[in-house]
Nanobody, 125 residues
Framework: QVQLVESGGRLLQGGGSLRLSCAAS????????MGWFRQAPGKEREFVAAISGSGSSTYYAESVKGRFTISRDNAKNTVYLQMNSLKPEDTAVYYC??????????????????WGQGTQVTVSS
């Protein structure tokens, strides 16, 4: 059983910055790759970023490269998503997810085993 709780989402203006956090339970957090996904109303859930268990490898959706940074602190069982230069199209519910067993990093929703409840990010024009 792994429980994930996202926090940090809020309303802000375009061009602003925000850091999301995802706190995880479990004994073996460092063995899980972690990902961030987002879902806007009426749209499919889409991949945002992923990070390996050690934090040494990262992977980003093209739409957020250069603007978002995923990181983790295994001592705190927490993964972060630093979001800069936010745009209205970044508006969505953001979810973190844990991948127990996929070799390497993945963008596929089906490869993630545990999900948080989501946190709302709203970027105004």
């Amino acid at each position: 059983q792994v429980q994930l709780v996202e926090s940090g989402g809020r309303l802000l203006q375009g061009g602003g910055s925000l850091r999301l956090s995802c706190a995880a339970s479990g004994r073996t957090f460092s063995s899980y790759a972690m990902g961030w996904f987002r879902q806007a109303p009426g749209k499919e859930r889409e991949f945002v970023a992923a990070i390996s268990g050690s934090g040494s490898s990262t992977y980003y959706a093209e739409s957020v490269k250069g603007r978002f940074t995923i990181s983790r602190d295994n001592a705190k069982n927490t993964v972060y998503l630093q979001m800069n230069s936010l745009k209205p199209e970044d508006t969505a519910v953001y979810y973190c997810a844990a991948d127990r067993r996929t070799y390497g990093l993945t963008y596929l929703t089906r490869d993630y085993d545990y999900w948080g409840q989501g946190t709302q990010v709203t970027v105004s024009s």
